[in-house]
């Protein structure tokens, strides 16, 4: 985990090709089964709350690939396809994509379709997408600051990898995982589902999860980040844990 500048361009370019044109077909996939699964549940493209949503993700995803593409392609290739994952981090990453990107929104996309939430002030909503937008932008911050960022949780000892002390892991130890729970907990409010909550809180518990026992992992298996892990003491709220 080390500034994207710093990385060490192990892989061959046609591979890094190949692997980022991989993952921008991932990315393309999954906002088109997003579309389908708010706008066919919700019955209706006229839903303003889901086109603000899909529009903070699209831009998120487009700002990230600005930077990432300019300062660490290896990354995003190495994002579409990690080399190896541990095992609990299938089940764990698996239950937590699952979470993220199908049960809440089309949990979401059913309770505006059939009303089963009680109306709130649009206010809520509009915070909630300022949270959203927030947690993407700290995600974001750790991505583009730490050029091992990986989908998986693992060693990347075929690109050397290291500890990253820059950016936002100056001031906790998973940046990343604050975004991410940040997300999954701001999309049922701005889509306006009480009832989408029920999912996306044990999402945000899995990323609690993942980071305990990714942290643990890195401990044990990083050279360094015993030592970085002293000088900052908490995993994901500063004064906390």
């Not at 579309?35 to 603000?52: K, P, R």
């Not at 998120?60 to 981090?89: C, H, I, Y």
């Not at 609690?208 to 908490?234: C, F, H, N, W």
Request: a positive charge; hydrophobic letters at 50%.
């Amino acid at each position: 985990m080390s500034s994207a500048h710093q990385i060490q361009a192990t892989q061959g370019q046609p591979s890094v090709t190949r692997g980022i044109i991989k993952r921008a077909v991932q990315i393309l996939s999954m906002f088109v089964i997003l579309g389908l699964e708010l706008f066919l549940g919700a019955g209706q493209l006229n839903w303003w709350a889901a086109w603000i949503y899909l529009g903070i993700s699209l831009l998120s995803v487009a700002v990230n690939a600005v930077f990432m593409l300019r300062t660490s392609p290896e990354t995003v290739a190495e994002r579409a396809q990690p080399k190896e994952v541990k095992g609990w981090d299938r089940w764990i990453g698996g239950a937590w994509l699952i979470g993220q990107y199908f049960l809440v929104p089309l949990v979401a996309a059913l309770d505006y379709r059939f009303g089963w939430s009680r109306q709130y002030a649009m206010g809520w909503q509009v915070l909630a997408a300022i949270g959203y937008a927030l947690g993407l932008a700290l995600t974001g911050w750790a991505m583009i600051s730490n050029a091992y960022f990986s989908t998986a949780v693992r060693i990347q000892s075929e690109r050397g990898h290291a500890v990253c002390t820059s950016g936002p892991y100056r001031y906790i130890r998973h940046p990343g995982y604050v975004g991410f729970f940040t997300q999954v907990l701001s999309v049922p409010l701005l889509l306006g589902s009480l009832w989408a909550m029920l999912f996306a809180i044990p999402a945000g518990v899995l990323m609690v999860i993942r980071t305990s026992l990714e942290d643990r992992m890195l401990q044990d298996e990083l050279p360094g980040y015993k030592e970085y892990a002293q000088k900052v003491r908490y995993r994901l709220i500063p004064g906390i844990w």
